[in-house]
């Protein structure tokens, strides 16, 4: 396919690292950028975009997504799930399979992405599975996924690793593909006794029944145990600020250690969370108190982890909309990641530079994304424009993603990109897809 070039001018440019003195951007016929600079001129018969002093950012990087297809699509599909990716100003998406049929197979993985062809609206990375039965799959998976994910702790739809024995089995036989092992860290036993010491008043509380220390204790474990064994490990969605300084300490140390944080645990807090109804901002691991969110920020603006991910877990809102120990954990936030992202800045007084460099070059230099989150000549024209200036409420009804929910419904928030380009293509256009799903697996390639 190709595209048209494209000259974009008189914006403010991001890199991927800080915001750059050109104004001027232009995509070539392959969807990849040919030029930066100022004072650029338009070639004959080339589409010109007039930013007017709007924001031009490479496309997000989310490394941690749920879009639940196939397996459980009357939660989300890659239709829908990417449709809101967009509306979001994310053009890759890493996901991650934590309902039947997990990845345990290349030919799992390698099939998901044939059968992926024309679904999804933006490029995709599928993650392998890492469990007992995909012990010996894991080599096989080496070029097709940069890392398989492993549950140290019980989540939606998947039962954790047993015991440190069987941590230590499947660290090792990721070792010895040269896999990186991407994990979920939360200790069973910690909140199996947080549950069972449980009182009138804290038997509802997300953040007590599934404690701080049970992260915290897990990610100790799974740094040392990776040591040991000489795994690559990248801790997801670290909620807790000592999780997170475990990691970077690590990683100081010359250890094969990075971690994300989500969204969410750098922009609410467990009494937010708690006063929300239905549910709305149950998710695992918990959103923790304002002392973990503040240690979080102080850790991404340190550069100190290596990223954000949105974890976007969908489920119908009835399904949430449930007694608490019934309601399962996840929420959706594909749809709304630049905006969570403008919020994060404004309450903090964080630089917006920081925050975009962890959704943008951070995931992708972590995984080996060489073509995206970067406006750099040769790489994939993904395009996003967004005027910060611009504020609306969220309406939940209008988000693309499946659900139809948001925990940010009726909240007034900034940053809604207006235009969305994929390699060089626009595929988002104030709230409308003007192209059939053009979205590639990245590690398939195409012959
Ligand atoms: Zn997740």
Request: aromatic share 6%.
């Amino acid at each position: 396919m190709t595209a048209s070039p494209i000259l974009f001018r008189g914006g403010r440019l991001f890199d991927g690292h800080r915001f750059l003195d050109q104004t001027d951007l232009r995509s070539d016929a392959q969807g990849k950028i040919e030029a930066i600079g100022n004072d650029l001129q338009p070639l004959a018969g080339e589409v010109v975009v007039e930013l007017d002093g709007k924001w031009l950012l490479p496309g997000l990087v989310d490394c941690h997504v749920h879009f639940r297809e196939p397996g459980l699509v009357h939660k989300e599909g890659y239709l829908t799930g990417s449709s809101g990716a967009l509306h979001g100003g994310v053009t890759t998406v890493m996901e991650i399979q934590n309902n039947p049929p997990l990845m345990e197979t290349a030919e799992l993985l390698r099939q998901k992405m044939v059968d992926l062809h024309g679904v999804s609206r933006v490029d995709f990375v599928p993650y392998g599975n890492l469990t007992v039965r995909s012990m010996d799959q894991i080599a096989a998976m080496v070029g097709l996924t940069p890392a398989v994910k492993c549950f140290l702790g019980c989540s939606t739809g998947s039962a954790g690793v047993a015991d440190e024995k069987t941590m230590r089995m499947l660290f090792t036989a990721a070792a010895q593909a040269g896999m990186k092992v991407v994990a979920h860290c939360e200790d069973d036993q910690i909140m199996a006794d947080a549950q069972a010491h449980a009182t009138a008043e804290t038997a509802d509380r997300h953040d007590l029944m599934r404690p701080a220390v049970g992260e915290i204790e897990s990610i100790r474990n799974a740094i040392r145990v990776a040591g040991e064994v000489g795994a690559e490990l990248h801790v997801f969605h670290i909620s807790t600020a000592d999780g997170g300084r475990l990691v970077a300490e690590a990683n100081d140390a010359g250890q094969a250690v990075t971690g994300t944080t989500g969204t969410q645990y750098l922009l609410v807090t467990a009494e937010e969370a708690y006063a929300a109804k239905q549910n709305r901002f149950k998710v695992n691991p918990a959103i923790k108190s304002d002392e973990h969110r503040q240690g979080l920020r102080e850790l991404i603006r340190d550069g100190r982890l290596q990223g954000i991910g949105t974890d976007h877990a969908p489920h119908p809102l009835a399904d949430k909309d449930r007694p608490y120990a019934k309601a399962p954990s996840g929420f959706p936030s594909i749809d709304l990641v630049l905006p969570m992202l403008f919020a994060i800045a404004d309450d903090s007084g964080m630089d917006m530079s920081l925050l975009l460099r962890a959704m943008t070059s951070q995931p992708a230099d972590e995984f080996g994304l060489s073509q995206k989150g970067r406006l750099q000549l040769g790489a994939d024209a993904d395009l996003v424009a967004v005027d910060p200036n611009v504020q609306r409420q969220v309406e939940e009804s209008e988000l693309p993603s499946k659900c139809k929910w948001s925990p940010f419904h009726g909240r007034q928030m900034r940053g809604f990109p207006l235009q969305v380009w994929l390699r060089g293509e626009l595929v988002f256009d104030h709230g409308e897809f003007p192209l059939k799903p053009s979205g590639k697996p990245i590690f398939l390639s195409e012959n």
